[in-house]
């Protein structure tokens, strides 16, 4: 799954952050989609802009769904980064609960040697692609450590990147009551980068509305 929130001139960013777009709804649906899921995937420079941090635990009753299916209690967070431009000393890494497993930090062979180093002691790191991530490799790697449900959180890049590759079932995107402008600037689109090699139709699977958003669920065709 992907999940986006976007303005209605598609902006998906205002001052660098998506925070701007957001509201009490769509924080309460970006928490059920989380519920949701096995693994949480995002894109490093997300990570860096929204200031991520450890995935917190879903409301009891989701605890308890996830008990009874044998799932672990909260989704298990996957950075996207060929470079490895992270801070080992971030929240992301130092706030973690001692009893989840560290953050994945899906990489290259490339990858710089020191950053790898300084990474290894706070996360687990897997290397697909020589000089950039092999995000279908990857996904058949969370699925061989049991990750059934992936949800990808952006940004546009890595959007692109999993659209452009056949990879996504379901595009989740509120549409927030607000008009950005500069989209392609500071507003970035939902994806970002050249044009498809052919459209990817969409099916409408249900739409919910609350304080001005819209909810819209979408099954790739």
Known sequence: MVNMVAS???????????GGLGGPADRQVFRALRGCADMILVGAGTVRAEGYRPPRSPEDTVVADRAAAGRAPRPRLVVVSASL???PTAPLFAD?????PPPIVAT???APADRRAGLEPVAELVAC????VDLTGLLAVLDDVGARTVLCEGGP???HQLFAAGLVDELCISVSPNLVGGVGGDGRSLM??????????????????????????YLVS
């Open 8 to 18: 209605v001139d598609g902006a998906t960013a205002v001052a660098g952050r998506s």
């Open 85 to 87: 431009d992270l801070d």
């Open 96 to 100: 973690r609960d001692p009893a989840d």
């Open 108 to 110: 290259v062979a490339t």
């Open 129 to 132: 692609g020589e000089t950039r």
């Open 157 to 159: 890049d890595l959007n």
């Open 192 to 217: 970002a980068g050249p044009p498809l090699s052919a459209a990817i139709g969409l099916t409408l699977d249900r739409v919910l509305t609350e304080d001005g958003f819209l909810f819209c669920r």
